[in-house]
Nanobody, 113 residues
Framework: QVHFVESGGGLVQPGGSLRLSCSTS????????VGWYRQSPGNQRAVVAT?????SDLYVTSVKGRFTISRDNTKVYLQMNSLQPEDTGVYYC?????????WGKGTQVTVSS
């Protein structure tokens, strides 16, 4: 069954950067509107940024100016700059809006000094 696959997470100091990548296990990601979602400790999973099949992007207020979502024919990316401890969490990608069976394992991002 098709699901999304995330990579690129890690441990970074406040002010640092990471680039997350998202692909699909089988079909072409270019067919989907895609979102990046974050589940922070103690919180529900919530959208962070979305990108349409045509490249139109949207961001939640807390990451505007720091995160950039982009895509090519095979992957969707999330460039995260000026990372802060509150950005810590497991990052997932999925369709926008998300579909339950497509969730992957996510990639852990930890921002800590």
């Amino acid at each position: 069954q098709v699901h999304f696959v995330e990579s690129g997470g890690g441990l970074v100091q406040p002010g640092g950067s990471l680039r997350l990548s998202c692909s699909t296990s089988e079909s072409s990601i270019s067919a989907y509107h895609v979102g990046w979602y974050r589940q922070s400790p103690g919180n529900q999973r919530a959208v962070v940024a979305t990108i349409s099949t045509h490249g139109s992007d949207l961001y939640v207020t807390s990451v505007k100016g720091r995160f950039t979502i982009s895509r090519d024919n095979t992957k969707v990316y999330l460039q995260m700059n000026s990372l802060q401890p509150e950005d810590t969490g497991v990052y997932y990608c999925n369709t926008d809006p998300p579909k339950g069976p497509l969730w992957g394992k996510g990639t852990q991002v930890t921002v800590s000094s």
